[in-house]
């Protein structure tokens, strides 16, 4: 079955830029997608299709992808940007089942 | 503004069943996909299952491929997660969530998400 590939923690100083990567064989034909998720807290969309950010969220977030692997980058990383981060994307078998990385964890300390 | 609101989540015994509710306000239902993610206490997100918005498409997960059965009735705004069978691995937090299709037509993904209902297996 796909799978999205992803640190389990990375860890930056306030002001610093957070970079978490995913790796997933479908990447180069299929979007990419990054969810927040606070403790408690339903996720929140923060990039969809690679590199677009939802109205609200913070200039801060940034994506990209290249080949086989999309990158989330959190520019000036905010001690409240600390939280579970989820990459997302599509199956390209055709069974079009929805696949989540495993989550990575932002320390900003 | 968009909201989705789940309910029917509690306490049931191993090989039991529950019936999963989202009531959607604040966007057209009709005109969109919608699906179900759950989380395992602890764990991460897991993608459930995804029905279009007439209903006529649906896909689910392997792990609850036979067991489960999502629904939808545009007429009341409302999605649900019909659980039959369910084991102690099911015990999570279910999302209820928009799902727009990509600009490209290629997949789809979720942009707004419910608070989630706790569902606990257990004897």
């Known amino acids: 079955s796909y799978e999205l590939t992803q640190p389990p923690s990375v860890s930056v100083s306030p002001g610093q830029t957070a970079r978490i990567t995913c790796s997933g064989d479908?990447?180069?034909?299929?979007?990419a997608y990054w969810y927040q998720q606070k403790s408690g807290q339903a996720p929140v969309l923060v990039i969809y299709?690679?590199?677009k950010r939802p109205s609200g969220i913070p200039e801060r977030f940034s994506g990209s992808s290249s080949g086989t692997m999309a990158t989330l980058t959190i520019s000036g990383a905010q001690v409240e940007d600390e939280a579970d981060y989820y990459c997302y994307s599509t199956d390209s078998s055709g069974n079009h089942r929805g696949v989540f990385g495993g989550g990575t964890k932002l320390t900003v300390l | 503004q968009v909201q989705l609101v789940e309910s029917g989540g509690g306490l049931v015994k191993p090989g039991g069943s529950l019936r999963l509710s989202c009531a959607a306000s604040g966007f057209t239902f009709s005109d969109y996909y919608m699906s179900w993610i759950r989380q395992a206490p602890g764990k991460g997100l897991e993608w459930v299952s995804y029905i279009s918005s007439s209903g006529s498409t649906i896909y689910y997960a392997d792990s609850v491929k036979g067991r489960f059965t999502i629904s939808r009735d545009n007429a009341k705004n409302s999605l649900y997660l019909q659980m039959n069978s369910l084991r102690a691995e099911d015990t999570a937090v279910y999302y209820c969530?928009?799902?727009?299709?990509?600009?490209?037509?290629?997949?789809?993904?979720?942009?707004?998400w419910g608070q989630g209902t706790l569902v606990t297996v257990s004897s």
């Open positions: 299709e690679d590199s």
């Open positions: 479908a990447l180069p034909k299929k979007y």
């Open positions: 969530a928009r799902a727009p299709y990509s600009s490209d037509g290629e997949g789809y993904y979720f942009d707004y």
